[in-house]
């Protein structure tokens, strides 16, 4: 079976842009969440959804926006890039919010 | 944001030594998982705790769930280079946090042959 699965994998944009990171979750999977890791820390919880609704957003801008589809595959946008926002983005999926999540490989979006 | 404590930052051992990294946090969790990372990909989870006390292993990882709730400890015995990594713990609370993990910063791991 396919596990989670990110797009684009590289992303360049330049400041002020805006942007769409796509995630499709292991097959049955429901809840899907996004993270933002910088290069030499740990994850950081951006939002959690479960069937289609937001569960959980973490201590983000309102730049940062996200939605979950009914065949439960996500997207994180973000408007107005910084160059703070440089990151790798990952998506995690799991069978419901009490089971352990797993990962992509991410979306590493790089702000010029 | 909140990050959990995780030591030691990075560890450069000999193949076939045994290691240990722990985490601490001020919060109490109702999980604590460790993932493995390496470069160019995602965490891949390694060991999923989920009661106080806890003693869980996987092949040649053995982690335990501190009795606290505040802490977390992981063991790879007998190390070999594809142990190579960052090792990740991460800890969830219960409640409307479900879905959301706080993560260590990391433990860097190099295996010398």
């Known amino acids: 079976d396919a596990g989670v699965t990110q797009s684009p994998t590289h992303l360049i944009k330049t400041r002020g842009q805006q942007v769409t990171l796509r995630c499709s979750p292991i097959?049955?999977?429901?809840?899907v969440s996004w993270y933002q890791q910088v290069l030499g820390q740990g994850p950081q919880f951006i939002f959690q959804y479960y069937e289609k609704e937001e569960r959980g957003r973490g201590n983000f801008p309102d730049r940062f926006s996200a939605r979950q589809f009914p065949n439960y595959s996500s997207e994180l946008n973000v408007n107005a890039l910084l160059l703070g926002d440089s990151a790798l983005y990952l998506c995690a999926s799991s069978l419901r919010d009490d089971q352990p999540q797993h990962f992509g490989d991410g979306t590493r979006l790089s702000i010029l | 944001g909140q990050q959990l404590n995780q030591s030691p930052q990075s560890m450069f051992i000999q193949e076939g030594e045994d290691v240990s990294m722990n985490c601490t946090s001020s919060s109490i969790f109702n999980t604590w998982l460790w993932y493995k990372q390496d470069p160019g990909e995602g965490p891949v989870l390694l060991i999923a705790l989920y009661k106080a006390g806890e003693l869980t292993s996987n092949g040649r990882l053995t982690a335990q769930f501190g009795i606290t709730r505040k802490d977390s400890f992981l063991n790879i015995s007998a190390s070999i280079p594809s142990d190579v990594g960052i090792y990740f713990c991460?800890?969830?609370?219960?409640?409307?946090?479900?879905?959301?993990?706080?993560f260590g910063q990391g433990t860097i791991l190099t295996v010398h042959p």
């Open positions: 991460a800890g969830r609370a219960g409640g409307t946090s479900y879905g959301k993990l706080t």
């Open positions: 097959s049955g999977h429901k809840s």
